[in-house]
C-alpha cells in the first residue's frame, strides 16, 4: 500500500476514487434490501463497478447499519434506501454495562465479509477497500444521536465505555477483513464532525488512533473519512489519528483543506454525490472540471465523491463524472 500511495502521487495510475457501489443495483436489476443481504449479488456489484468505472480503488459498501446491527440495533430496511438505525438501545448506565461485545460475524458482518473476500478474488487490477463506521459514530448509533451528543457532556464516563466496546469490536471485524487479504478500510467517521475539536479528540481520534495503531501497515491501509461540515477546524486532531489517507464531503472546500493538510497524506474528494442523481449531465462535467482546474495538479490529491454515492444516481452522470476526470488525468 506504501507503493499505491506512492503511485498516486507521482501520477502513474491516477484515476478518479468515487464512494460508489449501491447504483449497481440499476446494473443488477435488483433492490437495496436484496444487495445488503446476499453476497454474491454484492460481489458481482464491486466486479461490475471496476470494469464499467475503472476506478483507482474499489471501495466496499458504506452500509453504517451494518456494526450497530451486530449490537442488537433495530435497523429500518427499505427497498430503494440505505438501511438506517431507528431509536436506540442503551438508555441507562446499566445499559452499558450489559452490552455485549459482539462476534465478528454476527448478523450481516459475516454477509459482507464474505462479499468482499468474493470480490477480492474477482478484481485483481487494483485494490480493494472494506467499509465500515467509526467508533463515535457507532456510539451515536447505539446511544441515539442527541443523547450521545448530550452524554459527551453530561456523562463523559458512560459514553467512553460504550466507545471502548465498539471500538473492540472494529479491530476485531477490521482484522477479519485483514485476515482475508483485503487491501484497507474507509472508516467511516460523520458523526464526529458535529463536534467541536476538543471533544473530537476525546471521544473520536483516540479511538480511530487505536484502531490505526493495531491494523495499518504496508498490507493493510486503514483510511479516515469525514463528511461533516466542521472539519477544517478539526484538522489537527484529524490527523492525529495517524491514518495515511483522509477523505472529505462537499460540505468544505478541498482546496482549503489542502492547504492545511501535509504532503505526505492523501486527500480525497469532494464531489457533491446527490448532484450525481439530480444535476444533468452538463452540470457534472462542469462540476468535476471546476474542481479539477482547482486542484488537480496537487501530488496529494484524488478526486472522488464526497461521501456514498446515491443508489438512484443516473449512471450517465457517473459515466461523465468517471469520463471528464480521466481526461483530465490523462492530460
Given amino acids: 500500500m506504501d507503493e499505491w500511495l506512492k503511485q498516486i502521487r507521482i501520477k502513474k495510475n491516477k484515476r478518479a476514487m468515487p464512494v460508489l457501489t449501491f447504483p449497481a443495483i440499476q446494473l443488477l436489476n435488483t433492490s437495496v434490501e436484496k444487495l445488503i443481504s446476499d453476497s454474491n449479488l454484492q460481489s458481482e456489484a464491486l466486479k461490475l463497478i471496476n470494469q464499467r468505472c475503472h476506478p483507482l480503488a474499489i471501495m466496499g459498501f458504506m452500509d453504517l447499519s451494518v456494526e450497530a446491527e451486530a449490537f442488537g440495533a433495530n435497523i429500518r430496511f ?8 431507528v431509536g436506540s438501545i442503551i438508555k441507562s448506565e446499566e445499559d452499558v454495562i450489559n452490552l455485549k461485545v459482539p462476534k465478528v460475524g454476527t448478523k450481516r458482518t459475516q454477509i459482507y465479509l464474505d462479499a468482499m473476500k468474493k470480490a477480492k478474488q474477482e478484481i485483481k487490477d487494483c485494490p480493494v477497500f472494506a467499509g465500515c463506521i467509526g467508533p463515535f459514530s457507532l456510539a451515536g448509533r447505539l446511544l441515539g444521536v442527541s443523547e450521545a451528543m448530550i452524554c ?53 481520534s483516540r479511538y480511530v488512533k487505536e484502531i490505526v495503531s493495531v491494523l495499518d501497515d504496508d498490507s493493510f491501509l486503514v483510511a479516515y473519512h469525514n463528511c461533516g461540515n466542521n472539519t477544517l477546524k478539526m484538522v489537527d486532531t484529524i490527523l492525529s489519528t495517524g491514518c495515511r489517507l483522509y477523505h472529505f464531503g462537499n460540505a468544505i472546500s478541498i482546496e482549503q483543506m489542502l492547504k492545511l493538510m501535509p504532503k505526505d497524506v492523501m486527500v480525497m474528494g469532494n464531489i457533491d454525490p446527490v448532484s450525481l442523481k439530480d444535476a444533468s449531465k452538463e452540470d457534472v462535467i462542469a462540476a468535476t472540471n471546476a474542481l479539477l482546474e482547482a486542484v488537480g495538479d496537487v501530488d496529494n490529491f484524488v478526486i472522488s465523491s464526497g461521501c456514498d454515492i446515491p443508489p438512484f444516481a443516473k449512471w450517465e452522470n457517473i459515466d461523465a463524472f468517471m469520463k471528464t476526470a480521466q481526461e483530465y488525468y490523462q492530460k
Fill in 152 to 204: 459527551c457532556y453530561d456523562e463523559p464516563e458512560m459514553v467512553h465505555l460504550v466507545l471502548k466496546k465498539a471500538t473492540e469490536f472494529l479491530i476485531n471485524y477490521l482484522q477479519a477483513y485483514k485476515d482475508l487479504g483485503i487491501d484497507g478500510v474507509f472508516i467511516a467517521e460523520p458523526l464526529a464532525g458535529i463536534l467541536s475539536p476538543n471533544l473530537c479528540d476525546e471521544f473520536s
Fill in 78 to 85: 427499505s427497498e430503494d434506501e440505505v438501511p438506517t438505525v
